[in-house]
């Protein structure tokens, strides 16, 4: 199954906000890996930097949660509202579907009336902390094009941790902390994305902007802002697309900001609504996720446009002579020079760094229709080589295949190449002869 086709970095940008309206869209698509460009010599291609479009990556991850026994509804549970601690008609059931509250809640389609959502089981076993890890996996690196938003239906957690691993979750780096009181939790000064500067985009803050403890109509939301970042290097409306492009491409450490192979929400703390906790009615007191949205395509290192889910599996279609998950090598004939990376730039098209053929030297005409043909019926290709009828054999077809010990000579169709027969070698003898004189005469003087 192919990724539908969608609208680049720049345009999805465009159609998600109009304050962007203004944002130029005639540039900067890198969704063509390459075109045929007609010359004196024919048509040849012409390659570029290209990759996969956004999309929403939710539909090909794998979600774990950790312990594995967390969610609610096994056995049965019935819980209290936040607000309302005298409301406690909430039911759990792991059996009963209209009842359960499984993890894939978190990806379904939204817009339900009642809210479909995941939840956890309540902090029963309060002061001992109630911890969930949330993993979410593709096999497959991908780069993120817009804001990871969580939405929650239990009030937001006063204590969690975005993480995120390179490797395939053999190691984790934190991407943002998030708190009611960042000091207290993690001893952190607190911090927004809007006090960042291009010089410490990199830096890991804890904001207490999304821990607010009761479920307010839009204080549902948690966000780690991926387009305010992008907005540092292309301007507000992300106008200035040149210079974003241009930092992605000449900074490592930055495009590796905003790539990952797995996502992990660590919930710490659930939403309390008070400064103590009501230990007579922990029923009150849990995580519940309606939804999950993260916006990315295929990391394909500029050599891909396509991005294919089969088997369970991410793979981008490589172009310009590359292979592997992420187009991170050159296929075994085409390791002419070392595999790098493709470029943004120059804009618009960027810059394929193609791979080449394994010592491609000089190209030869061993054959054309005007001057050297092929002989006995072979047939010229590409100027690289005769194809041969089968009885015949030789760089030109001027050789008659011998079999069960000898053949005769006489009897072999054009018979061997001679200055008679092949009058372009008895021009090409003259005109060395005629240059040796030419040299000779030249060292006389």
Not at 196 to 213: F, K, V
Not at 349 to 371: F, H, M, Q, S, Y
Not at 404 to 416: I, Y
């Amino acid at each position: 199954m192919h990724f539908p086709s969608l609208l680049s970095l720049q345009a999805l940008w465009v159609a998600l906000s109009h304050a962007m309206q203004h944002y130029p869209s005639v540039w900067g698509h890198y969704d063509v890996c390459k075109s045929q460009i007609y010359s004196d010599e024919g048509i040849t291609w012409d390659y570029m930097a290209c990759q996969p479009e956004a999309t929403d990556m939710t539909k090909y991850l794998k979600v774990k949660l950790d312990p594995p026994g967390i969610t609610c509804g096994d056995p049965p549970e019935t819980y209290c509202a936040l607000e309302n601690p005298y409301m406690c008609n909430n039911e759990c059931d792991a059996n009963t579907p209209e009842l359960a509250h499984p993890p894939e809640l978190m990806f379904d389609f939204e817009g339900r009336n009642p809210t479909t959502f995941w939840q956890s089981s309540s902090w029963k076993k309060y002061p001992k902390p109630l911890l969930v890890n949330i993993t979410l996996s593709w096999n497959k690196t991908i780069e993120l094009t817009d804001d990871i938003l969580i939405t929650f239906e239990s009030g937001r957690p006063e204590q969690m941790v975005l993480e995120k691993s390179l490797d395939f979750g053999r190691s984790w780096q934190p991407y943002q902390f998030y708190a009611t009181d960042c000091l207290d939790a993690f001893t952190m000064e607190p911090k927004t994305v809007h006090d960042l500067t291009q010089h410490t985009l990199l830096d890991i803050i804890c904001t207490e902007e999304y821990s607010r403890g009761y479920v307010w109509k839009y204080d549902k939301t948690v966000r780690f802002e991926i387009k305010e970042r992008f907005a540092l290097f292309a301007g507000p409306r992300l106008h200035n697309m040149a210079s974003l492009y241009g930092q992605l491409d000449t900074t490592k450490n930055l495009r590796d900001f905003f790539t990952i192979t797995d996502l992990r929400i660590k919930l710490l703390r659930p939403a309390t609504g008070a400064t103590m906790v009501d230990e007579d009615n922990l029923s009150r007191y849990f995580y519940a996720i309606s939804d999950i949205k993260i916006q990315g395509r295929c990391k394909c290192n500029l050599h891909a446009n396509t991005c294919v889910f089969d088997g369970g599996k991410l793979s981008c279609e490589c172009e310009h002579n590359t292979t592997g998950p992420d187009c991170g090598r050159c296929k075994k004939t085409y390791q002419g020079r070392a595999w790098s990376v493709g470029s943004y730039l120059p804009i618009p098209k960027g810059t394929a760094n193609i791979c080449i053929p394994n010592n491609p030297g000089p190209v030869t005409r061993v054959c054309d229709n005007e001057l050297l043909r092929c002989q006995n019926g072979g047939v010229c290709h590409n100027h690289q080589r005769c194809q041969c009828p089968a009885s015949y054999t030789g760089i030109l077809c001027e050789k008659q295949k011998c079999e069960n010990g000898g053949c005769d000579d006489s009897n072999s169709g054009q018979g061997a190449l001679s200055p008679s027969n092949c009058p372009v070698l008895l021009l090409l003898l003259l005109l060395l002869t005629a240059l040796l004189q030419g040299i000779s005469c030249h060292l006389t003087l």
